[in-house]
């Protein structure tokens, strides 16, 4: 059941991209799901959605979201991105270096991005992201969904969780959902504006390279069928691949598995 705590109000309209307005939720199925569904939320430009408690929260891939029993931050921003449509995809990799930021800003330490959508604590999940994108003629809209494990112990996931999964509490930063989201909103705005330009684009990938654990590491990708290095990210954001053979391939998130 969805349990609405206000009406939307204000958040900061001085921001261009995210978190000009806040709708809040104690409760809720999924914020993204509640986006998307809505044709009027996602016309709103800026607006953030968070709620207390996520009961069906998504992932990629069709996965689950284990929302655990802490305070935790659950939020989906609606974005109206001034970029080419090719650049969409990219939308993951802007997001995860906000939340890289404002983390490493709180003092977190042994902290990195897994392509495509995970924050890593101590080289387990603290953070998961789902970009979702409606584009249509009158409207190009992406919804950019968030989850940061804040407050508890692992022993709050299922047994499966324990051993890849952690809080930041359990890493001895204590903070809100209500504290991370203003700064997260901040930060998503401010890359969003700099992605617009190409060199500050190029710098932003820069960036995430380095924050990233998954450069030099080898995958699977197309259902298993090749392998590769990672070796960066190219001029959209994907991530390239070099294969045995010396190639070079540029691939998108949902094809990619970890050995």
């Known amino acids: 059941m969805r349990q609405i705590i206000s009406r939307i109000e204000d958040f900061d309209r001085n ?44 992932g990629s891939k069709g996965k689950q979201w284990e929302a655990g029993t802490g305070s935790h931050l659950f ?28 983390l490493k800003a709180l003092g977190a330490k042994e902290l990195s991005i897994k392509w495509p959508n995970d924050i890593l604590l101590a080289n387990k999940k603290v953070c998961g992201i789902l970009c979702e994108s409606r584009l249509h003629q009158d409207l190009k809209a992406v919804v950019i969904g968030i989850g940061i494990n804040i407050s508890g112990d692992s022993s709050q996931f ?39 330009n190409v060199r500050e684009r190029k710098k932003i990938f820069q960036l995430w390279e380095q924050a990233s654990n998954s450069i030099g590491r080898q995958i699977s990708f197309n259902d298993g069928q090749d392998k590769g290095i990672i070796i960066g990210l190219d001029d959209l954001g994907r991530l390239m691949v070099q294969t045995p053979d010396g190639r070079l391939k540029g691939i998108e998130s949902a094809t990619v598995e970890y050995p």
């Open 15 to 58: 921001r261009t991209y995210a978190g000009r307005f806040l709708l809040r939720f104690a409760s809720i199925d999924s914020t993204n799901l509640f986006c998307l569904e809505n044709r009027s939320v996602l016309e709103r430009a800026g607006l953030v959605v968070m709620a207390e408690r996520q009961t069906k929260g998504r």
């Open 75 to 102: 939020c989906s921003f609606v974005v109206h991105p001034r970029l080419d449509v090719n650049l969409i995809p990219s939308m993951t990799i802007f997001s995860g270096l906000a939340v890289f930021r404002i």
């Open 158 to 196: 299922s047994t499966e969780l324990r051993g890849k999964a952690t809080t930041l509490s359990e890493h001895g930063i204590e903070t809100s959902p209500m504290r991370l989201l203003a700064p997260l909103a901040k930060e998503i705005d401010s890359i969003l504006l700099r992605a617009e």
